[in-house]
């Protein structure tokens, strides 16, 4: 468990205020590493830092790809 944080934890090492949180696990939940994101319980989160670390390099990846429209 020790590449996991909890949400207080894991806004103290990343320094997010809670709307930076929010819109950051909004994000993170909806990609391909969406396993990172463990809610226990509503108080209980658990966030996996590789899955969370291997996120935001596809997310500056992909930064620049737009949708192809057909």
């Keep these: 468990m020790g590449d996991e944080l909890r ?4 806004k103290k090492e990343f320094n997010y205020s809670e709307s930076t949180y929010q819109r950051r696990m909004k994000e993170f939940k909806n990609s ?8 226990v319980t509503a ?3 658990w ?3 590789d899955m969370y670390r291997a996120f935001k390099d ?6 620049f790809r737009v949708k192809q429209i057909k």
């Design 58 to 63: 596809w997310q500056a990846d992909n930064r």
């Design 32 to 39: 391909p590493f969406s396993e990172g994101y463990k809610a």
């Design 47 to 49: 966030i996996k830092l």
């Design 7 to 10: 949400k207080a934890e894991f």
């Design 43 to 45: 108080k209980e989160i």
